[in-house]
């Protein structure tokens, strides 16, 4: 866990230079959001593999690994102890609870050192993390871009959430309710993407991306 703002977090582009001034005017902060099983993660992988020039920021969390997860690269998985401590030093750009049982932050050291560097920058979280960036943005001197990645219908999110088999009853029945809350808040961003095709939604992020970053 000491690498989460460590050494090994800091930057190697393409270049091979090290963090200093930016690069590039104009790169803003992408962060992309919306409601749970919409199929975040799985777009931001497709994005990552056609395009391994971006850089996703890896949250912590104190939630469990999956199978096949892994700590320092799907996410920092730590106890709610040390969540809490690196909390209240300042290390987190944003938090919150997800889903009423673990925690996830976004580390802000690495983002601001990415972003530095110009190299183009994703956060993939929840919208409550998306609205404490958007109160956060002014006083760190952040540009962002709010993404938000919408289901087809909310009967394809119920669909995605059963396939998905990672939650039992009682946590999908909670991600729905919650999910119903966040679809009414679509329209309070930059861009929506609609989800109904993973490639067509990463090559509508990689748009967004490479207008942003002038690439
Ligand atoms: P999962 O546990 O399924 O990987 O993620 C659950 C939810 O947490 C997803 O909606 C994901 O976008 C969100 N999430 C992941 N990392 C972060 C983070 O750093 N901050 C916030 N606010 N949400 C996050």
Avoid at 60 to 88: C, H, L, N, S, V
């Amino acid at each position: 866990m000491s690498a989460i703002n460590g050494a090994d977090m800091s930057i190697q582009d393409s270049s091979g230079e090290q963090t200093g001034g930016p690069r590039k005017a104009g790169g803003r902060l992408i962060v992309l959001t919306g409601p749970t099983a919409v199929g975040k993660g799985t777009v931001e992988a497709a994005l990552r593999h056609a395009h391994p020039e971006v850089w996703v920021s890896v949250s912590a969390t104190t939630r469990a690994p999956r199978p096949g997860e892994k700590d320092g690269i799907t996410y920092w998985f730590m106890d709610e102890q040390e969540f809490a401590r690196r909390e209240a030093a300042g290390e987190f750009l944003e938090t919150a609870l997800v889903h009423g049982m673990s925690h996830y932050g976004t580390p802000l050291q690495p983002v601001l050192n990415h972003l530095a560097a110009g190299v183009p920058t994703i956060l993939e979280i929840d919208l409550q993390g998306a609205h404490r960036v958007r109160q956060r943005a002014g006083e760190l001197g952040l540009e962002v871009f709010y993404v938000f990645l919408a289901p087809p219908s909310f009967q394809d999110l119920v669909t995605r959430l059963n396939m998905r088999g990672t939650e039992n009853e009682e946590q999908r029945a909670r991600r729905l309710e919650t999910a119903k809350v966040e679809l009414a808040s679509e329209n309070q961003f930059d861009r929506v993407i609609v989800n109904d095709s993973v490639d067509k939604a990463a090559q509508a992020l990689w748009e967004v991306i490479s207008k942003e970053y002038g690439l």
